[in-house]
Every structure is written in C-alpha cells, then in structure tokens.
C-alpha cells in the first residue's frame, strides 16, 4: 500500500509558475473568498507537506518573521505551515525556523519520496518545488497534479515555468472546478507517454 502524492502548483494561463517585476500581487491579484475557503479546506485534512530546498527557502523569505504580504496571513497558509513537512536538500542544515514538525531528509527526491510513499500514514502534498516535482513525474512518483490556473497570462513577467523539459505525459482529468468565477482548479492523473 502507498499513499497518494499530490504536486500543488499555482500557475498563470501560459504555465509560468512566478512572476518577476510588475505589480500582480500573491495569486497574480486573482484570488477570492472561494479560492482561500477551497484551499483551506484542502490543507484541513490530515497530510504531510514534501518541499524541495529552494521552496522552502522563498516560503521563508515571503512567511518568515518580519514577512509582509497580502497573502502571508491566509489561513490555508498558517494550516501549510503547520502541516508535518519534510524538506528535501542537501544543502539546508536544521533546525528549521518552520512552526510545524519540520525537516531535512538528504538524498535525492525520488528516493525520498519513493520511502514517504511506502512509509507514510497520510497522503503527501507538495506545493511548488518545481523542479523535485519534475523529477518526481518522471520517475512516476506523482499520483495528481492539481494545477490552479489563474486568469493572466505573463508573457511580459511570467518567471519560473512550470513545466520545461519535463517528460511527455497523458493527462486523465480527475477533478474540475471554477472557483470565484475565474480560477480554474484541475486535477489530473499523470501517465508518462511512452
Ligand atoms: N507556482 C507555485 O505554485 C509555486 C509555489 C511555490 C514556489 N514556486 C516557485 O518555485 C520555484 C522554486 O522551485 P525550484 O524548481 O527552483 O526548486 P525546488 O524544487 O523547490 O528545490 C530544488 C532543490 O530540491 C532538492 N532536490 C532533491 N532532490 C531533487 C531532485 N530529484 N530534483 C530536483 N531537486 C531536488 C535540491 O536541494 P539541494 O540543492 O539542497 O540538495 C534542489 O536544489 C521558485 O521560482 C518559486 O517561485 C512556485
């Protein structure tokens, strides 16, 4: 029995993950009470947050003490954070300045998360952490990818595209929804295309 491995990623209408420059705000300035309730309600149920190194690095920088930002205080974020999370890196050192029952596991994502998956009570969610979650779809370790397309399109801003050089996949749609009349949530199961 393995539990189920969820990539949560936020993305603009042409893929792009973030945004550098220009003044969009968290959620590109899109999000609305449906979004926020929705995610809360995710993040309410039991499971543990996987991240790679550099995510967790700008999750500190933007939540961190003396963070400010529009989308610093929502609650699915303070229920994130107080998820149990493993951080995958060999690079960052503990103790982690994290709220929940956080920490480092060394060694390369897909073994990391192959182990979590065989070993853990809960499902596991990543949020971000694009370039482990590549490598995770490629060795097949994604059950879901549930992407949240917000209505923008950054040709001008859009920095880290989500999905370059990833592998080729079938995409079976899971879960749809519309949420404050403009987010689109999908869901999808992966299936690499050989
Ligand atoms: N759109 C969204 O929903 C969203 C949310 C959050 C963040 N982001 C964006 O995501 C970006 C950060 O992601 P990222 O792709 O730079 O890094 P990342 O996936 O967060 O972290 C990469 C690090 O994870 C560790 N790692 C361990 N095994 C790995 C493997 N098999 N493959 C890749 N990494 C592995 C390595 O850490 P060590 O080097 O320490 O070993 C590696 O350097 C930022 O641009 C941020 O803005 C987007």
Redesign the pocket.
């Known amino acids: 029995m393995t539990v189920t491995y969820t990539f949560?990623?936020?993305?603009s209408l042409d893929g792009?993950?973030?945004y550098s420059g220009g003044d969009w705000g968290g959620y590109w300035g899109k999000q609305g009470p449906e979004l926020l309730d929705h995610r809360l309600a995710q993040y309410g149920a039991e499971q543990r947050m996987v991240?790679?190194?550099?995510?967790?690095?700008?999750?500190l920088q933007l939540l961190g003490p003396g963070a400010q930002g529009s989308d610093v205080a929502d609650p699915w974020v303070a229920r994130m954070r107080s998820l149990p999370t493993t951080?995958?890196?060999?690079?960052?050192e503990e103790p982690l300045d994290w709220p929940g029952d956080a920490h480092?596991v060394?060694?390369?994502?897909?073994d990391?998360v192959a182990r979590l998956k065989r070993e853990s009570a809960v499902p596991l969610r990543s949020?971000?952490?694009?370039?482990?979650?590549?490598?995770?779809m490629a060795?097949n370790l994604v059950d879901r990818v549930q992407v949240?397309i917000f209505p923008v399109i950054t040709g001008q801003t859009g920095?880290?595209p989500?999905f370059p050089g990833a592998a080729d996949f079938d995409l079976e749609l899971i879960e749809h929804r519309t949420l404050d009349g403009r987010i689109q949530e999908l869901v999808y199961r992966p299936t690499l295309h050989v």
């Open positions: 949560d990623v936020f993305s792009f993950g973030s991240f790679g190194a550099n995510t967790y690095r700008e999750f951080v995958v890196s060999s690079t960052l480092v060394r060694g390369d994502a897909i990391v949020h971000g952490s694009l370039s482990m979650n590549r490598a995770l060795a949240t920095s880290a989500i």
